[in-house]
């Protein structure tokens, strides 16, 4: 565990501040939920909470259902890194933090369609160069992360409905 050298006292309702320097540095933002651990006996832990996440095992078989039927290159994010990737990439990308870019995207709360030679940077280690279509998982209405299809050479109607499906899915099985 890192020291961060802050100190913060407890105040009448048991509440305490993160400073605005951890939650920058964390990405933690206003409203998002926290998990609550204990580590011994004088050790709290907060851990950033993601659905999403809580669901990893039958999202990486999702994606590899959708991928083994359709032979196309799927990503499922949270809101802060990427949950389940099925495809033909060089290197695993599940547990990789998203980028700044894909954060913005997931924003604006709209499937999002990229043609080919527009890039997606999804994470440091994996950039789109092909068409694809971003279909954010929209849960209550709080965008929870994304389902990313790649398409060859473009986005056709294939791509966008499983793009859609995938979203769709995941947004009402969170739901539950």
């Known amino acids: 565990m890192k020291a961060t050298g802050v100190v913060r006292r407890i105040d009448d309702l048991g509440r305490i501040v993160l400073p605005k320097e951890l939650r920058r540095t964390m990405r933690?933002?206003?409203?998002?939920?926290?998990?609550?651990?204990?580590?011994g006996d004088n050790k709290i832990v907060l851990k950033?909470?993601?659905?999403?996440?809580?669901?990893?095992?039958?999202?990486?078989?999702?994606?590899?259902?959708?991928?083994?039927?359709?032979?196309r290159n799927i990503i499922v994010t949270d809101n802060e890194k990427i949950v389940?990737?099925?495809?033909?990439?060089?290197?695993?990308?599940?547990?990789?933090?998203?980028?700044?870019?894909?954060?913005?995207?997931?924003?604006n709360r709209n499937t999002q369609i990229n043609n080919a030679?527009?890039?997606?940077n999804v994470c440091e280690t994996y950039t789109i160069n092909n068409a694809s279509i971003l279909k954010p998982i929209n849960v209550f209405g709080d965008i929870l992360g994304c389902v990313i299809v790649e398409g060859k050479p473009q986005v056709t109607d294939?791509?966008?409905?499983l793009a859609e499906f995938g979203g769709l899915f995941m947004s009402r099985y969170l739901e539950i």
């Open 28 to 39: 933690i933002k206003e409203g998002e939920s926290l998990e609550i651990y204990t580590d």
């Open 48 to 71: 950033k909470y993601s659905p999403v996440n809580q669901m990893t095992d039958f999202v990486k078989e999702f994606t590899e259902s959708m991928y083994t039927t359709n032979k």
């Open 84 to 107: 389940a990737a099925s495809g033909d990439f060089k290197t695993d990308l599940t547990g990789k933090k998203i980028t700044k870019e894909l954060e913005e995207r997931l924003k």
């Open 117 to 120: 030679g527009v890039s997606l």
């Open 158 to 161: 294939s791509e966008k409905s």
